[in-house]
């Protein structure tokens, strides 16, 4: 990513994190705070999945997944509140799925993580509103990632007969969403939930 935002021409930079610590979260914050001095956007998009049904998952499996999804989410956010807060200006976005709207057989988990997005994501939306700080979440359906890759060509047709515009969507479909609600267009929505899914969930 940082190599694709410098081959255009721009500033990048990148720091590694272990999201479920919040002392190093803190520390990562801190740096930034300490070089531009304030923080504008924060997309919260740390997340893993180990799947398995319910009586097979085992306790750390599901630790893990709330651990990174939605402890890192907390972490993350609690951090670039303050400095928010002090300049009365934030755009936070949390990517959540549309397997935490609908459920999905095998991933109590990991839907119950992106469930638990979208009610912090309300909740601190309201905490954060009278600032000027607007908090949204994304939805995303099935896109075109490593995960759908190892999908056979069956399992790909099979997928897309589920979705109504007849394709995966694509990272850039996320990318620009994102680009949307961080952007002034977006100012007048906060605690919301853009799903992006090609018309799956209809």
């Given at each position: 990513m940082k190599a694709g935002i410098v081959s255009k021409g721009q500033k990048a930079e990148s720091y590694t994190c272990d999201v479920t610590n919040a002392q190093n979260v803190q520390e990562i914050v801190t740096k930034i705070l300490d070089k531009y001095k304030r923080v504008d956007i924060l997309i919260n998009n740390a997340g893993i999945n180990k799947d398995n049904l319910l009586l097979r998952m085992s306790e750390k499996d599901w630790d893990d997944v709330v651990n990174v999804n939605l402890k890192g989410l907390f972490n993350f956010t609690k951090a670039v509140t303050k400095p928010m807060l002090k300049a009365k200006n934030g755009r936070i976005i949390n990517i959540s799925s549309i397997i935490g709207i609908t459920g999905n057989t095998g991933q109590a988990n990991y839907a119950a993580t992106k469930a638990g997005i979208i009610g912090f994501t309300k909740s601190i939306a309201k905490e954060l509103a009278s600032r000027g700080i607007t908090v949204n979440?994304?939805?995303?359906?099935?896109?075109?990632?490593?995960?759908?890759?190892?999908?056979?060509?069956?399992?790909?047709?099979?997928?897309?007969?589920?979705?109504?515009?007849?394709?995966?969507?694509?990272?850039?479909?996320?990318?620009?969403?994102?680009?949307?609600?961080?952007?002034?267009?977006?100012?007048?929505?906060?605690?919301?939930?853009?799903?992006?899914?090609?018309?799956?969930?209809?």
């Open positions: 979440a994304i939805a995303p359906g099935y896109i075109q990632t490593d995960m759908t890759a190892r999908l056979d060509d069956t399992a790909q047709q099979e997928l897309i007969t589920q979705i109504p515009l007849g394709t995966l969507g694509t990272p850039e479909d996320i990318a620009y969403t994102c680009l949307f609600l961080a952007s002034d267009k977006a100012h007048y929505i906060t605690g919301q939930t853009i799903v992006v899914d090609g018309g799956m969930t209809i």
